[in-house]
Every structure is written in structure tokens, then in C-alpha cells.
């Protein structure tokens, strides 16, 4: 079983799907790491040898932020936004869409649920 970036890879699939259970690398990306590192995107996890996953680690280490840092980046980009009190940033602190999408009747999870009053009982009069 390959270990890549504190990821056990699936050994029985593709190279090129295994590679995408790393946080930060799709399909496309996946591609274009194999092509770099000369391997067939039809190779197993199983059938690498240890040279091909020492090429793959390389490539990866040099030249893309993955995992944890590219998690951690994103945090600050965001907290970054929320400090310097933009409209994305205020979006993000309310937990509201921050990409232009209405409100008025989406966004449940942001928002919460609904709390209706029209059920409520009124008190008795006197």
C-alpha cells in the first residue's frame, strides 16, 4: 500500500483516481502528475514500485501545496477576509452566501431553520 502525503492510496484502483483521495489534487491535476512522473495512468496502486512512488512523493512535495498547508492557507485567506471586514468577509462571519445567491428563500443552512409563530396560542383574556 503507497503512503503519499499522510494518505494510504487505494491499491487496488487506477493510480490516476488514487491520487485524488489526496485533498488538493482532482483528476486533471492527477493527469498531469503522472505525465511529469512518466507512469501510465492504467497502473494499479498495487503494481508501482518503490522508484515510481519516490518520483510521484517528489513532484508532489516540490511543487504543490496539499493536505494540511493548503488546508491551513485557506483558514487564513479566509480569516484575512473577515479582519479586514469585506463584503466576503462579513458574509462568511454571518455564515450567509458569499457568491451572490439569494436568501430570501435558500440558504436554510446558513441561516437555520425556520421558526414560524403562526401556530402559536395566544394567552387567555382576562
Not at 4 to 18: F, N, Q, T, Y
Not at 62 to 75: A, P, T, V
Not at 101 to 126: D, F, L, S, W
Request: charged share 35%; aromatic share 4%.
Amino acid at each position: 500500500m503507497a503512503r503519499i502525503e499522510g494518505v494510504d492510496l487505494p491499491k487496488h484502483k487506477r493510480i490516476e483516481i488514487s491520487l485524488t483521495y489526496i485533498y488538493g489534487i482532482g483528476v486533471s491535476r492527477s493527469k498531469e502528475i503522472l505525465s511529469k512522473a512518466n507512469i501510465e495512468l492504467d497502473t494499479k496502486v498495487k503494481d508501482l514500485d518503490d522508484e515510481q512512488i519516490i518520483k510521484i512523493r517528489t513532484i508532489l512535495n516540490n511543487q504543490y501545496e496539499l493536505e494540511g498547508d493548503l488546508k491551513r492557507s485557506q483558514i487564513m485567506n479566509i480569516k484575512r477576509l473577515m479582519e479586514i471586514g469585506c463584503y466576503k468577509g462579513r458574509r462568511h462571519r454571518l455564515s450567509l452566501p458569499l457568491r451572490g445567491q439569494r436568501t430570501r428563500t435558500n440558504a436554510r443552512t446558513g441561516k437555520g431553520t425556520k421558526k414560524t409563530i403562526a401556530g402559536k396560542k395566544k394567552a387567555p383574556r382576562k
